[in-house]
Nanobody, 122 residues
Framework: QVQLVESGGGLVQAGGSLRLSCAASGRTSSSYYMGWFRQAPGKEREFVAR????????YYAESVKGRFTISRDNAKNTVYLQMNSLKPEDTAVYYC???????????????WGQGTQVTVSS
């Protein structure tokens, strides 16, 4: 079992920045993929970014490429999502996810966090 706890969401103006954190505990592994998804009101959950605990296989959704950065602190078992140049369309609940499979689609995710709300005002 793996437990994921997100934090760092909030309200920010367009053009601002936020950093989300995801603390992992339980049976994690350097070969596991860690990632972020988001779900806006009335929309399906979508992929945002992912990599492995070892830092490889980094991949971003086109909509966030160049603005968001996924990173990690292995000593703290924590993954971060630095979000810059935020837009109102980035408003969503952001979920941390992990899996032994490459995670770019929902069905490949094995464990989810509870989510953290990000609201970007125009």
């Amino acid at each position: 079992q793996v437990q994921l706890v997100e934090s760092g969401g909030g309200l920010v103006q367009a053009g601002g920045s936020l950093r989300l954190s995801c603390a992992a505990s339980g049976r994690t592994s350097s070969s596991y993929y860690m990632g972020w998804f988001r779900q806006a009101p009335g929309k399906e959950r979508e992929f945002v970014a992912r990599f492995t605990w070892s830092g490889g296989m980094t991949y971003y959704a086109e909509s966030v490429k160049g603005r968001f950065t996924i990173s990690r602190d292995n000593a703290k078992n924590t993954v971060y999502l630095q979000m810059n140049s935020l837009k109102p369309e980035d408003t969503a609940v952001y979920y941390c996810a992990t899996s032994r499979k490459i995670i770019t689609i929902i069905r490949d995710v094995e464990y989810w966090g509870q989510g953290t709300q990000v609201t970007v005002s125009s």
